[in-house]
């Protein structure tokens, strides 16, 4: 392997019969052994396969080949599971109900498609598509935020859009077609924001968020009129997608709210969700 084609300055220097590798000026250490006696072979092997893989992850990023995906959505983004319990019972925290990394739909999907994507997971409880929320914060406004987003992780090749669920709340008094809309205005706001590849505009596949289930201890929260507002996004999400030109993809074909609390999603069928998104990108960016 050259080396020099990686841009990578080597120092040496031994120890105890192994040789390795100092700090490179791309802060990436490749280790180079000297196998003196069969114990040693193993490690030393796994370790050049690891930093090997490094390398490839390198070129592959930063030679442009590397496609990027941006995942904008909500908690069902974010991983948060299922709650069976009523929020009045006990403080909240996020972070303690969330799935492992490589269970949420956004890493099975990243290790679905292999290393030469980049999956960004940009999901944040109760994000809204334009609209201040006054009770847990007007940084949960989808809006507000999407363009520092884009910037911070420009150049964008494919945005994956799934909001929605939390505009239903009884409190922002909203229909299904104003949701709709408003999912128009963060299209047009990332298609005119110019950090796609070479300042151009990034695709977008827009997720239709499944219907409400059985909502249980949150029916206060959202309401029986929320369930049947979201019967209709299908209808509304899909003529939004049509007006920008942009991908659609129906989430209600594929998996259901949990029965547990109504608005997330269970543990396999978020697994099925990013098994399946893999053709539709494929299909989409290449």
Same mark, same amino acid.
């Given at each position: ?10 120092? &040496? ?66 991983? @948060? ?41 940009e999901g944040l409880n109760g994000r809204t598509t ?21 910037? $911070? ?62 909502? $249980? ?12 507002? $979201?019967?209709? &996004? @299908? ?11 942009? $991908?659609?993809?129906?989430? @209600? ?24 998104? *893999?053709?539709? *990108? ?5």
């Amino acid at each position: 392997m050259n080396f020099n084609y990686f841009k990578i300055i080597i120092k &040496f220097h031994t120890v105890s019969n192994h040789t390795y590798s100092t700090q490179p000026a791309n802060s990436l250490s490749i280790p180079i052994f000297q196998f003196t006696s069969y114990d040693n072979i193993i490690l030393p092997l796994y370790s050049l396969w690891y930093y090997i893989n490094k390398i490839y992850y390198l070129v592959i990023r930063y030679g442009g080949k590397m496609k990027t995906i941006l995942c904008y959505g909500d908690s069902n983004t974010y991983g @948060a599971v299922p709650l069976d319990f009523d929020l009045f019972e006990k403080p909240f925290v996020s972070s303690l109900y969330r799935l492992p990394r490589e269970k949420r739909w956004t890493g099975i999907f990243q290790s679905e498609l292999g290393n030469d994507y980049y999956v960004i997971e940009e999901g944040l409880n109760g994000r809204t598509t334009v609209w201040d929320d006054p009770i847990e914060g007007t940084y949960k406004n989808g809006l507000k935020y999407l363009l520092p987003c884009l910037e $911070s992780h420009a150049p964008i090749d494919l945005v994956i859009l799934m909001l929605g669920t939390n505009d239903l709340k009884i409190k922002f008094s909203v229909s299904a077609l104003d949701i709709a809309m408003s999912i128009g205005v963060l299209v047009d706001t990332i298609q005119k924001s110019g950090f796609g590849p070479d300042g151009g505009k990034p695709k977008i596949l827009i997720l239709c968020p499944p219907p409400l289930g059985e909502l $249980s201890h949150l029916e206060d929260l959202f309401g029986k009129e929320g369930i049947k507002k $979201s019967k209709d &996004f @299908a209808k509304y999400y899909k003529k939004v997608a049509k007006l920008y030109n942009c $991908s659609f993809l129906d989430v @209600a074909t594929i998996i259901k709210s949990s029965d547990k609390d109504g608005v997330h999603y269970d543990e396999e069928d978020v697994k099925k969700l990013g098994k399946v998104l *893999v053709k539709n *990108v494929r299909d989409i960016i290449g």
